[in-house]
């Protein structure tokens, strides 16, 4: 049953800490989405990678965000310094162009004091 | 801008009464219309999938409408039950493997 896996499931860290998320997308998968989701806004896509290859990043603040694709089976979306603000649930998600649709993983919820 | 928009946010009804859904969308150029499923504390969870030339799609008690030239599909659920409920998000796709979301309809079905 294949399936995109996040790790790690829960974050709580404090202010000012590194935080690194990493996301394992399904096998054959060339497409690799980073969102947001709060209350508030509701899901918002933070970065887009096609074949390892960043498209759009548009949506994340770039001076603490990053997001790289180090090789086909692993993506990481990291914060530095991360602020209060930043608690949210992260999810990402992985599809193929033909199919028009995305797979998501469970999400890491975060939680920044 | 590309915006998705459902009402009511959150919405309850009696068990075994048929659930009606609502999207709207402010871009008529989509490819494809998709509604999401998600559980607290999950992931998203793919429904049903309209393309643009569809008026409909179903799938067992699932039936969702698309009226693209009024920007607008219906997601109905027959005869609920308290395991529907969830959050319901629909998404217009606009190409470039883009999804454009809105946030939801929670839905609480009452045994």
């Known amino acids: 049953d294949a399936r995109v896996t996040q790790t790690p499931r829960h974050k709580v860290t404090e202010m000012g800490q590194e935080v690194t998320m990493r996301c394992q997308p399904i096998?054959?998968?060339?497409?690799v989405f980073w969102y947001r989701q709060t209350m508030m806004q509701g899901l918002e896509l933070l970065a887009y990678f096609r074949n390892r290859a960043p498209l759009d990043d548009s949506g994340m603040p770039k001076d603490r965000f990053s997001a790289e694709m180090p090789d086909a089976t692993l993506a990481t979306l990291k914060i530095q310094p991360s602020e209060p603000r930043d608690s949210a649930v992260y999810f990402c998600?992985?599809?193929?162009?033909?199919?028009?649709?995305?797979?998501f993983g469970p999400g890491t919820r975060l939680l920044v004091l | 801008k590309q915006e998705v928009t459902q009402i009511p946010a959150a919405l309850s009804v009696p068990e075994g009464e048929n659930l009606v859904l609502n999207c709207s969308f402010t871009?008529?150029?989509?490819?494809?219309l998709q509604w999401f499923r998600q559980d607290p504390g999950k992931g998203l969870t793919s429904l049903l999938l309209?393309?643009?030339?569809?008026r409909e799609q179903t799938s067992g008690r699932l039936n969702a409408s698309l009226d693209k030239s009024s920007g607008r599909s219906t997601l109905y659920i027959a005869a609920s039950q308290p395991g529907d409920s969830a959050t319901y998000l629909c998404?217009?796709?606009?190409?470039?493997?883009?999804?454009?979301f809105g946030k939801g309809n929670q839905v609480v079905v009452i045994p």
């Open positions: 309209i393309q643009s030339s569809q």
């Open positions: 998404a217009a796709y606009y190409g470039n493997n883009r999804l454009a």
């Open positions: 096998l054959g998968h060339n497409t």
């Open positions: 871009d008529s150029a989509i490819y494809n």
């Open positions: 998600a992985s599809g193929e162009d033909r199919q028009e649709t995305q797979y």
